[in-house]
């Protein structure tokens, strides 16, 4: 069974940085492509980023670029997001995902086969 546990959430001011962790336990980890996603009340889960097994491509979404990176430690079996800058409209639950189907990462929450439980992050104006 693959197990997701994301962690590093919290409350920030705008301006201010966090960086998530996604702790994957169950399978080869480094055979996954991970991603992460974000869903703000009232609104459908969003990309923020993903990553291939290799780590030699990593993609964002628009409205992250160059404020985020996500990055992964295959060693430690763990998924990072940095996230810098914040800003209000980055408050959000964050999940982190894994697909053993996929070569680069997805944009797309039917593109993973594993979740884990999401992590609150709010950013204060």
């Known amino acids: 069974q693959v197990q997701l546990v994301e962690s590093g959430g919290g409350l920030v001011q705008a301006g201010g940085s966090l960086r998530l962790s996604c702790a994957v336990s169950?399978?080869?980890?480094?055979?996954?492509?991970m991603g992460w996603f974000r869903q703000a009340p009232g609104k459908e889960r969003a990309f923020v980023a993903g990553i291939s097994w290799s780590a030699g491509n990593a993609y964002y979404a628009d409205s992250v670029k160059g404020r985020f990176t996500i990055s992964r430690d295959n060693a430690k079996n763990t998924v990072y997001l940095q996230m810098n800058s914040l800003k209000p409209e980055d408050t959000a639950v964050y999940y982190c995902?894994?697909?053993?189907?996929?070569?680069?990462?997805?944009?797309?929450?039917?593109?993973?086969?594993?979740w884990g439980q999401g992590t609150q992050v709010t950013v204060s104006s």
């Open positions: 995902a894994a697909s053993f189907r996929a070569v680069v990462p997805g944009t797309t929450a039917i593109e993973y086969d594993y």
């Open positions: 169950g399978r080869t980890f480094s055979r996954y492509v």
